[in-house]
């Protein structure tokens, strides 16, 4: 569907009389789709909300913006999401903080990419079925084993883990060689079954819970274990583009994003239920109800939670050449009134 937008061939006087505000009005008509990124896994329950339950399109009708139509589109790593984004095929990319902060460093000046909302703050766990690792330090020496996350050297599984090594050895590459990518379902499958190269797993909900609920994997450590406590874990972000030619859509968008927030929080059984049906999800939903409920294993906040602590590491290592003073420098204006961190 083409965006009604008016010609941008626009000439002489006109051209002049739009910059000046002559003409009343915005010259130029604002999006009428939007098109979300997401990953796998129960982080994303805000945009399921927001998409069962048309938050943005009631919003847009509401502003005088027509009829808007919201699509979403599944990625398996912060790597493709990023590539999404900077790529034009998507509006709004869910990915983890760490990716965030790369594509923030990478369109500094240019695109200027930040967060338009957190998400969640989820520990991500480090799983795995070989009996010999019971600890990080477990890993070194072991030649027939592969820690599996999203996007190697990408995504926030793999930056925690740098950040684990660091913490362990002031070597944070120290265990890059031994991780893959791969999709978090395919990596559960792998752990599950056994016998394959592939014995850990930076995982997150749900395919954390199935591999610890079976009996056959035991957790190594937790990302809240490296950072000392609760940190966000994955955010909304967008192209400054994108919020400057659609502000009234890119309002409805991050309010709709509150809204789910908000009514996931207040509604943590129905909640559970939406991911269910939405997902279409072969898990009990006595168990998706257990992860959505319990706030130390799955929660649903806007505040921006010791991401500066990703942003220094990543600093540190090079990874990102800009440093950020606070973490106001990468989210977007709309979140300014948070106690973020």
Excluded at 114 to 132: G, I, Q, V
Excluded at 189 to 217: C, D, I, M
Excluded at 284 to 308: F, Q, S
Excluded at 315 to 323: L, P
Aim: with cysteine.
């Amino acid at each position: 569907m083409k965006e009604r937008r008016a010609s941008a061939f626009v000439v002489g006087g006109t051209l002049a009389a739009i910059a000046t505000g002559a003409l009343g009005g915005s010259a130029l008509a604002e999006a009428d789709k939007v098109r979300f990124a997401q990953q796998f896994g129960l982080l994303y329950l805000p945009m399921h909300v927001v998409v069962d339950k048309k938050l943005v399109e009631a919003c847009a009708k509401d502003a005088g913006l027509g009829d808007v139509k919201v699509t979403m589109h599944r990625f398996s790593g912060g790597a493709a999401v990023n590539q999404a984004l900077i790529s034009g095929n998507v509006d709004f990319a869910a990915g983890g903080i760490g990716p965030l902060l790369k594509l923030w460093n990478k369109t500094k000046g240019r695109l200027n990419v930040k967060a338009m909302t957190t998400l969640a703050a989820m520990p991500l766990k480090l799983n795995s079925n070989d009996a010999r690792v019971k600890k990080l330090e477990d890993y070194v020496g072991l030649t027939d084993h592969k820690i599996a996350t999203p996007s190697v050297k990408v995504s926030i599984q793999a930056v925690v883990l740098q950040m684990a090594a660091k913490k362990k050895w002031g070597k944070p590459f120290k265990l890059d060689p031994m991780t893959v990518s791969m999709k978090h379902p395919s990596a559960a499958a792998a752990l599950l079954a056994g016998g394959q190269t592939v014995k850990s797993h930076f995982a997150t909900l749900p395919t954390s819970f199935q591999e610890l609920a079976s009996g056959k994997v035991h957790n190594v450590l937790t990302s809240y274990d490296v950072l000392g406590g609760e940190h966000s874990t994955v955010a909304m972000y967008n192209t400054e583009r994108w919020k400057k030619e659609n502000p009234k859509l890119y309002a409805c968008v991050w309010k709709s994003y509150r809204t789910a927030i908000e009514w996931i929080n207040g509604n943590k059984k129905e909640a559970a239920a939406l991911f269910h049906r939405f997902t279409k999800s072969k898990l009990k939903l006595e168990d998706i109800e257990k992860m959505v409920g319990d706030k130390n294993e799955m929660h649903y906040a806007l505040e921006p939670k010791r991401t500066m602590q990703f942003a220094e590491f990543l600093h540190s290592i090079g990874a990102i050449k800009n440093k950020p003073e606070s973490w106001k420098d990468y989210y977007w204006e709309n979140n300014h009134d948070l106690n973020g961190s």
